[in-house]
């Protein structure tokens, strides 16, 4: 009995693992700034650290993604590797302290919230903020 | 204290843990393990962040036999906030060479940059006739926040038991990572030595 749970358990993400995939997210849509250009002042990012990575970068859209769950490095190793697959990603940066990656794109990238909330899902994490800024 | 003092001494409070279980989707993981029971090869792939699939090799020490394992590791929840993250896995292999050979159970943990805790249970059925329980519970404090990466560090107290040797021991341990690679050594006086190698890609 105890190798028919076992198989039974073997297979059964196998089947449910898509569906169960967006489970997980709990975060609303409500009062965000998903899409939406801001003018700089409100940036939700360290200025300092915001200012390094844009050394360098010209014509990009730039997204700030706030991350729940994101507690260690090798919790964010997935969310760097899976967003530099995106041949239109020009940079990362994965901030811990404070729960954020910024994202640079080429200016011809349509940045979209639900692909950017699927990638960090498809770590384990969840967003809980997006902010784009064009530069 | 010289550095050849530092790295013993850190030797003396190290053990193993089993470390993110499941990667991140599409994410492949190698480990190492050895300890006073068994040496180990375990190799696995995650298909969605939410399980994993793999196979391990088991050169038991304490029945002199060697054995494969075709394992799944499952996350049955998972809690993230902005601070933190929790989670509960749950464990399982059937052995490719004798399918009386099994194990189950279920462990979890909570953590956040500084703090972590965790406790595990693992019911494991053989054709020895000497079914066994393996448990632990793990406390954990980060001394520095490093920054993504750096090189982390974890100082932890865990305490487990096995029923099979009726064994419990606690004692103090450390773990080190960077990147994708994450090691764990230790020693205990009634466990001996542990080791844990793990490579994340």
């Known amino acids: 009995m105890k190798k028919i749970l076992l198989t039974l358990l073997l297979a059964s993400p196998l089947i449910c693992a898509e569906q169960d995939n967006l489970d997980m997210h709990d975060h609303s849509h409500e009062g965000h700034l998903h899409d939406t250009m801001v003018d700089g002042k409100n940036l939700n ?8 990575f844009m050394e360098e970068l010209t014509d990009v859209k730039i997204a700030i993604v706030s991350v729940k769950g994101m507690v260690c490095d090798f919790c964010a190793r997935g969310i760097e590797k899976t967003f530099l697959k995106d041949k239109s990603v020009k940079k990362i940066d994965v ?3 404070n729960g954020k990656v910024i994202i640079a794109y080429l200016k011809s990238k349509n940045i979209n919230s639900d692909e950017i909330e699927k990638k960090i899902l498809s770590n384990g994490q969840n967003m809980s903020d997006l902010q784009v800024l064009e530069v | 204290m010289g550095i050849y003092k530092i790295i013993i001494f850190s030797l003396v409070f190290l053990i193993n843990i089993d470390a993110r279980p499941i990667s991140y989707s599409g994410g492949t993981t190698i480990m190492y393990k050895s ?8 190799a696995h792939y995650s298909p969605t962040y939410k399980y ?5 090799n088991v050169d038991d020490k304490f029945f002199n036999e060697s054995y494969n394992y075709l394992r799944l590791t499952y996350l049955l ?3 993230n906030t902005n601070i933190s993250q929790r989670n509960l896995y ?3 292999g059937i052995s490719v060479n004798n399918t009386n050979n099994i194990f189950y159970g279920i ?5 956040t940059r500084r703090w972590f805790t965790g406790f595990g249970y693992k019911y494991v059925e053989n054709s020895f006739g000497r079914d066994f329980k393996d448990r632990f519970i793990q406390l954990g404090v980060a001394p520095y926040l490093g920054e993504y990466g750096d090189l982390h560090t974890w100082v932890m107290l865990k305490s487990k038991t096995n029923s099979l040797t009726n064994n419990r021991s606690t004692y103090p341990e450390l773990k080190f990572f960077k990147g994708n690679t994450l090691l764990e050594f230790g020693y205990s006086d009634k466990t001996e030595w542990d ?3 793990m490579y994340r890609f």
Do not use: C, T
């Open chain 2, 107 to 111: 462990h979890g943990d909570w953590e």
């Open chain 2, 35 to 42: 300890d006073s029971m068994s040496n180990s090869f375990y």
């Open chain 1, 95 to 97: 901030d811990l302290a």
């Open chain 2, 52 to 56: 994993s699939i793999g196979i391990e």
């Open chain 2, 90 to 92: 749950f464990q399982s």
């Open chain 1, 45 to 52: 990012v360290d200025p300092d650290r915001f200012d390094k």
């Open chain 2, 195 to 197: 080791l844990h190698f």
């Open chain 2, 77 to 79: 929840n998972r809690k």
